[in-house]
């Protein structure tokens, strides 16, 4: 088995990251509307179900939270953490005050 070097994956994973992963979510998946981000839309962006569940959005928060702080910190990277944590304090409660799956 051939073994891999570090820094060509590191690469081709920042890459990814910064060029294709990243901008794909702030051009399709928030929520400038209502707040949030969308989690069910097709791999065009389009959007299947304005439905989002907690779990994507408190993913979403500690993505870009640390991409800001961990990789470039742009301000709209930390405006969509804050965003996303605003939409989740005001929605993710059920009845009994508990955060929803």
């Known amino acids: 088995m051939q073994s891999?070097?570090?820094?060509?994956?590191?690469?081709?994973y920042d890459n990814l990251l910064?060029?294709?992963i990243i901008p794909w979510w702030l051009r399709h998946g928030i929520d400038r509307e209502c707040g949030g981000l969308?989690?069910?839309?097709?791999?065009?962006?389009?959007?299947?179900?304005?439905?989002?569940?907690m779990?994507?959005?408190?993913?979403?928060i500690w993505t870009f939270a640390a991409f800001y702080n961990r990789f470039e910190p742009r301000p709209e990277y930390l405006e969509v953490?804050?965003?996303?944590?605003?939409?989740?304090?005001?929605?993710?409660r059920d009845e009994?005050?508990?955060?929803v799956w």
């Open 18 to 20: 910064r060029n294709d």
């Open 4 to 12: 891999l070097s570090f820094q060509p994956l590191h690469k081709l």
């Open 38 to 53: 969308f989690n069910c839309l097709n791999d065009d962006g389009s959007i299947i179900s304005t439905d989002k569940y």
């Open 55 to 60: 779990w994507s959005q408190c993913r979403a």
């Open 81 to 92: 953490a804050r965003s996303t944590a605003d939409f989740v304090f005001k929605h993710g």
């Open 96 to 99: 009994r005050g508990w955060y």
